[in-house]
């Protein structure tokens, strides 16, 4: 992609503006229009957040229209792309958080203050980092999701066990009672964990202080899987899951969804986010009855008192530096991520941008313990080609090549460390 060239061309005459009025000034401008880039998503599970948005901003900015045009996943990129090359972006737009790096690493979109948006103070770490760059800010935190172990409480209750695991050792206690009652059956998980799931894997990586990569004071990116807290991490992952998980240690979590097995009574608990429990019944083909019998709680930590930092993965929303009316784009992103719309977005079952809202689903046993588990969360590095790793499964083979003791822990983690190195300081 040639962002960065035709950005760098473009930026000089943007820079002049973006810094005054990037900044969320609700002085009355004179432009009639601000367009508004967001996902279906909005508009068809949480419309109410975007009418909340536009009646604040229209308090604000009688008479200025805004033109909300609903983008899709699979062609938002280029399209942006194509408008930023012609210099005709729209004035917000949603990215997913995995993609902004390479926008904001290529000057695509306009700095801002955190201070000037609601509850910027108590946003989801997660979340912020995604829009961080060069210690700067340039997009604002729009929803997430949350892993949190999805199980049968009914399994749970036939194998012994008394409510859920609090602690990490208290979890492999439960597994194996679940394999002990239910694993002769040779298709049967007290854990379903597809093996190239690296959610999964790395998530175990944070808990025990590991990261996946770090940049050097010298601007050069280096893989840290082969550090000892996380070498220490996957070895305990890879013990758990050859002990619990008859699921392919060759297949992703998307061959099959986790929630298919789980609904034909071949797996006790999966670790999947929030929306994966619908999945049960859309793609497991279980009753509406089998909710009944159906429950989550935060992975647990092996830290007493708190639960495994769970991969935040959702939205962003920022202002493009081609935007002519940066002002007036300020006040309806802060309109649609302050509290009113968030509370919104929130019930529709996502976990929202800020912590003070974690206990909106408090009494919804469905979405509750996913907005727990979010509590503690990580991200993935914010390096401009980080998409690029993940597209060459460099992750998904070290799952692999551990899980089947292709490779011993150390070395599959040190040739993952390789590659990650080799694509994250490769010239864009």
């Not at 599970?45 to 948005?53: E, H, L, Q």
């Not at 604002?140 to 172990?149: I, L």
């Not at 939205?315 to 002002?327: E, H, L, Q, T, V």
Request: charged share 15%; aromatic share 12%; with cysteine.
């Amino acid at each position: 992609m040639k962002l960065r060239i035709f950005a760098a061309i473009a930026l000089a005459a943007a820079l002049a503006t973006a810094a005054s009025t990037a900044t969320g000034s609700t002085k009355r401008a004179t432009a009639q229009q601000v367009v508004v880039w967001v996902m279906t998503d909005a508009q068809n599970g949480w419309p109410g957040a975007i009418a909340a948005a536009n009646s604040q901003f229209q308090q604000q900015h009688p008479g200025v229209n805004i033109n909300i045009q609903y983008q899709s996943w699979d062609t938002v990129l280029q399209k942006f792309d194509a408008a930023l090359a012609a210099n005709d972006a729209p004035d917000v737009i949603e990215l997913g958080n995995s993609q902004t790096s390479k926008y904001m690493a290529a000057g695509a979109f306009s700095a801002i203050k955190a201070k000037g948006y609601p509850n910027s103070s108590t946003w989801l770490s997660g979340l912020k980092a995604s829009c961080s760059y060069g210690g700067k800010l340039y997009c604002v935190p729009y929803y997430a999701g949350a892993r949190a172990v999805i199980y049968r409480k009914d399994m749970y209750h036939q194998a012994g066990i008394k409510g859920v695991p609090k602690t990490y050792s208290k979890f492999l206690t439960d597994n194996k009672k679940l394999m002990k009652k239910f694993g002769k059956n040779s298709n049967f998980s007290a854990f379903y964990q597809p093996g190239q799931n690296w959610y999964a894997a790395t998530t175990f990586v944070e808990d025990y202080g590991g990261q996946l990569a770090v940049r050097g004071k010298n601007g050069k990116w280096k893989g840290t899987l082969d550090s000892p807290q996380a070498v220490k991490a996957l070895t305990i992952f890879k013990s758990m899951v050859r002990k619990f998980s008859r699921a392919p240690k060759t297949q992703d979590e998307a061959h099959p969804y986790p929630s298919i097995p789980f609904a034909k009574g071949r797996s006790a608990s999966f670790y999947g986010n929030g929306w994966e429990w619908p999945y049960v019944f859309s793609g497991g083909g279980a009753p509406a009855s089998f909710a009944k019998k159906m429950g989550a709680y935060p992975m647990p930590s092996h830290i007493k008192g708190r639960y495994m930092p769970t991969f935040l993965g959702g939205s962003d929303i920022g202002i493009p530096y081609s935007s002519k009316n940066k002002s007036l784009a300020a006040d309806w992103l802060k309109a649609f991520t302050g509290t009113a719309s968030e509370k919104i977005i929130a019930k529709a079952g996502n976990i929202p941008n800020t912590s003070t809202l974690l206990g909106v689903n408090k009494t919804n046993p469905q979405l509750a313990p996913f907005a727990r588990a979010a509590k503690y969360n990580w991200f993935v590095p914010i390096a401009p080609n980080w998409v690029n790793v993940e597209n060459a499964n460099i992750l998904k083979t070290m799952c692999t090549n551990i899980l089947t003791n292709r490779m011993s822990v150390a070395k599959a983690a040190a040739k993952a460390d390789s590659q990650i190195a080799k694509i994250l300081n490769a010239k864009s």
